[in-house]
């Protein structure tokens, strides 16, 4: 399409932010959000979206690249043990600059390097909410937009609910009660690695952790409604596209969890995605509306898709070319057709130490532990995945087919999975340096 009339794209993300996070969608949570319902009302919300791994860097570097973390070289936090994302691979920045984008970034990074060399022609790395806000702003309002032909595709990266890790533990909340249903459940069959971070505080304690995660979560969305004030005032509305996710989710209390961990339950790897098409009545006079639309906004669709899938559905937004080695679908047709089939037939997750990975169905849900065996739920009859039933015999047909899943994706993307405990690189940040070299990697443990 000619330059001029290319939508320009608003990536928006957060981090640590659980699907069940905002009012108008239902929540689990004390927090008012206005700002995100309001985006769920302007928006198409899906429902059933998982992250490629439920820690941050790794599932950064899937929204990034569209690659799968161990495709991209991203399989742990950054330092812990990965190095930074690799400058080489193709990212949103670089494919998005390729084609005549102005691109620009400001926020949370957490993948090493500097954000220009991924692409990025504006940008700067920052942890501080309000600074990203800031920059963010001032970027839209110094640009020359009025008559600059070139759209742009703008991600901005918040680090809240993430700062709920500095709850007072002392501080108790009176009455409180969990609402899970997977507190007492048994676990005399479930793997170690998931049920390690396990542990028994009151619910008085839990009631602090979750009231301290809904002022994170307010003050998130204090933040989103500045950010997308100065972004309608700046005219974009009418001919811009927004996006708006997170990394992953956290435990919250469930299953006696908290934060994040070894393990692949719902409340980390299911996450929040809402599209929201152009707003074309806050247009302004001088706007020509040119990417008016009949799209039905406030719908909800159960699609099964994965964060995976971000990357291909702007490129498809900005009717750009997909680079053929990524493995994720357009969401586009769900938004613009209606469509609400699966994007995948099943989705996949990872973790790097120890070595997990999961295989998720509509109906159910697989994970595989490489040393400390596995786990097979299903979400159908048991949505708190509260049974494991990898051991019953029952179901072995049902394994079956779930580990054939989970080899025939391992074997497809080149995971280096069953290898793990055999080679093990951590990576040395002393030794690091911006081009970096092949001395950066050490086999065994980090030094010291």
């Known amino acids: 399409m000619p330059q001029q009339q290319r939508p320009n794209i608003l990536l928006v993300m957060t981090d640590q932010q659980r699907f069940d996070t905002i009012q108008a969608l239902g929540t689990n949570f004390s927090a008012e959000t206005p700002t995100m319902d309001f985006l769920a009302r302007e928006g198409i919300t899906f429902d059933s979206c998982f992250c490629t791994a439920p820690i941050c860097s790794p599932s950064r570097s899937t929204v990034m690249t569209g690659l799968f973390p161990s495709q991209a070289g991203m399989s742990g936090n950054l330092y812990a043990p990965c190095p930074p994302l690799n400058p080489c691979i193709p990212t949103i920045g670089k494919l998005f ?3 005549g984008y102005e691109t620009a970034y400001h926020g949370k990074w957490h993948m090493g390097g500097d954000v220009k060399d991924y692409g990025f022609e504006v940008g700067e790395e920052t942890t501080h909410d309000e600074t990203a806000r800031l920059m963010a702003s001032r970027f839209w309002r110094d640009r020359d937009w009025m008559e600059n032909e ?16 500095f709850y007072d533990p002392d501080k108790t909340v009176a009455d409180y009660q969990r609402p899970w249903k997977n507190l007492d459940r048994d676990v005399s069959n479930v793997p170690t690695p998931a049920t390690n971070g396990m542990v028994d505080w009151p619910e008085e304690r839990w009631g602090a952790y979750a009231e301290f995660y809904s002022e994170q979560l307010e003050r998130l969305d204090k933040d989103l409604y500045e950010l997308l004030h100065q972004f309608k005032t700046g005219g974009f509305y009418n001919n811009s596209w927004i996006i708006f996710t997170t ?19 719902e409340g980390q790897v299911r996450i929040p995605l809402i599209i929201i098409p152009p707003m074309t009545r806050f247009a ?14 406030n719908k909800q669709v159960s699609a099964l898709c994965s964060n ?9 937004i900005a009717g750009i070319e997909q680079p053929a080695n990524i493995p994720g679908k357009s969401l586009l047709s769900h ?3 209606g469509v609400d089939e699966d994007n995948h037939d099943c989705v996949f997750a990872e973790w790097h130490l120890p070595p997990i990975r999961m295989a998720r169905t509509s109906k159910w849900k697989y994970v595989r532990y490489l040393k400390q065996g596995e786990e097979l739920y299903d979400l159908t009859n048991d949505p708190h995945e509260c049974v494991n039933l990898a051991d019953n015999n029952e179901y072995v047909g049902q394994l079956d087919e779930m580990r054939e899943r989970l080899d025939k994706h391992i074997a497809e993307t080149k995971d280096p999975f069953n290898d793990l405990d055999k080679h093990e690189f951590i990576y040395n940040p002393s030794a690091h340096t911006k081009r970096g070299t092949t001395d950066n990697f050490k086999s065994g443990k980090a030094e010291k």
Do not use: Q, W
């Open 308 to 316: 995976i899938d971000i990357l291909p559905t702007m490129l498809d």
């Open 97 to 99: 600059r390729n084609a």
């Open 335 to 337: 938004v613009k057709d």
């Open 150 to 165: 070139r759209p742009f595709c703008h991600v901005v990266s918040f680090i809240n609910p993430h700062d709920h890790y």
């Open 247 to 265: 990394d992953h989710g956290d435990m919250a209390g469930e299953h006696n969890l908290a934060f994040k961990g070894s393990y692949m339950y």
């Open 284 to 297: 302004g006079a001088d706007r020509s509306g040119s990417f008016k639309h009949d799209i039905e906004t």
